[in-house]
């Protein structure tokens, strides 16, 4: 289910220039997802399928400009065999940095990268208060699960925040202080509105710079770890 391949980005990997692989299919229904084609099965299925050896292959073009992968979705972690597999060919015959970009709803995936040494950094989307999880479609014991092994295997982790108005607000984000409080590194990411998204329908709102330095300093109080803004 490899459904696309970036072969330079700047921007997905903190620091590294990197390639990007994109898995296909979600267990999550964000209303402000801007995937779709990676998540709505009618348009999933209309995309070309890429081979794990193919990917290598244009890893391997590129070595000595790349520096890293990045493994994102979609939700890679739906395809525990197939994600393993791709890693280990990267792992043997390069030497890039690897960064999988997750939902938190596999737990057993994350840690079972890590311990096989599969697996360099983990951006982990905090999307909204526990209890807010349903409005996604998901469930939040498996995030809260896989908060708790990156903090406890030290894992390098970062806690993402895509800063729509309509699921994170104050109120939210006392919520979510417990759970942020263990981050190493929160990332407060703009939210676009001019994008196409999941429900068009849904009035999420948009905040402004302000608002964002605002929110951004109410999270600092909330976590020892450092908290970045990316706009
Ligand atoms: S988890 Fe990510 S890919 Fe899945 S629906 Fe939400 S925003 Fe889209």
């Not at 794990?52 to 972690?77: A, H, N, S």
């Not at 526990?130 to 092994?149: D, F, H, K, N």
């Not at 939210?172 to 942020?180: E, G, N």
């Amino acid at each position: 289910m490899i459904k696309g391949f970036r072969g330079t980005s700047l921007v997905d990997y903190p620091g590294l220039i990197s390639a990007v692989v994109f898995f296909g299919g979600c267990n999550f229904r964000c209303p402000f997802c801007y995937n779709i084609d990676l998540v709505q099965a009618d348009r999933l299925k209309k995309l070309p399928d890429f081979s794990e050896e193919y990917v290598l292959k244009e890893l391997l073009k590129r070595q000595g400009f790349i520096q890293g992968l990045v493994i994102t979705g979609g939700e890679p972690t739906l395809y525990p065999r197939l994600l393993q597999h791709l890693l280990e060919m990267v792992r043997t015959e390069t030497q890039l940095k690897i960064k999988l970009d997750t939902n938190g709803s596999h737990p057993e995936v994350v840690a079972r990268l890590w311990d096989l040494g599969l697996v360099d950094y983990v951006a982990l989307d905090f999307k909204t208060s526990p209890e807010r999880y349903p409005e996604l479609g998901g469930r939040w014991e498996p995030v809260a699960q896989t908060i708790s092994i990156l903090v406890e295997k030290g894992i390098p982790h970062e806690m993402r925040l895509t800063m729509v108005p309509y699921f994170i607000g104050r109120k939210d984000l006392r919520a979510m202080a417990p759970w942020l409080k263990r981050a190493s590194r929160v990332v407060l990411q703009r939210f676009l509105d001019h994008v196409e998204r999941l429900r068009p329908d849904m009035e999420l709102g948009l905040y402004g710079p302000d608002e964002l330095k605002d929110l951004k300093s109410f999270v600092e109080q909330e976590t020892a770890g450092e908290v970045l803004l990316r706009v």
